[in-house]
């Protein structure tokens, strides 16, 4: 199995920053990609931003102006800077790890969410 968790969560009024962590450790073959996801209350879980083992990025349109993924993959850690937040970015932020434990073969762990509440 694989544990995969987040830390840095937190309130902060709008405009303030903060930096979120997570750890993917255990019985990894290789982790393909680490991405942070959110979910607001009554919302769709929804991506904000992914990275691959190959430094490949992406993100949702709605953070990419203000958010930056980065990862080492020799410590198999993803962090998320969140600047310029908003109201509208409260939510669960989970993150997700791609494992590859055989050819061909891919499993998808979780973490168990950290709160990130930004006030108007």
């Known amino acids: 199995q694989v544990q995969v968790v987040e830390s840095g969560g937190g309130l902060v009024q709008a405009g303030g920053s903060l930096r979120l962590s997570c750890v993917a450790s255990?019985?990894?073959?290789?982790?393909?990609?680490l991405g942070w996801y959110r979910q607001a209350a009554g919302k769709q879980r929804e991506l904000v931003a992914a990275i691959s083992s190959g430094g490949n990025t992406n993100y949702a349109d709605s953070v990419k102006d203000r958010f930056t993924i980065s990862s080492d993959n020799a410590k198999n850690t993803v962090h998320l800077q969140m600047n310029n937040l908003k109201p509208e970015d409260t939510a669960v932020y989970s993150c997700?790890?791609?494992?590859?434990?055989?050819?061909?073969?891919?499993?998808?762990?979780w973490g168990q969410g950290t709160q990130v509440t930004v006030s108007s």
């Open positions: 997700k790890a791609d494992v590859i434990r055989s050819p061909g073969v891919r499993y998808i762990y």
């Open positions: 255990g019985s990894t073959f290789r982790i393909d990609v």
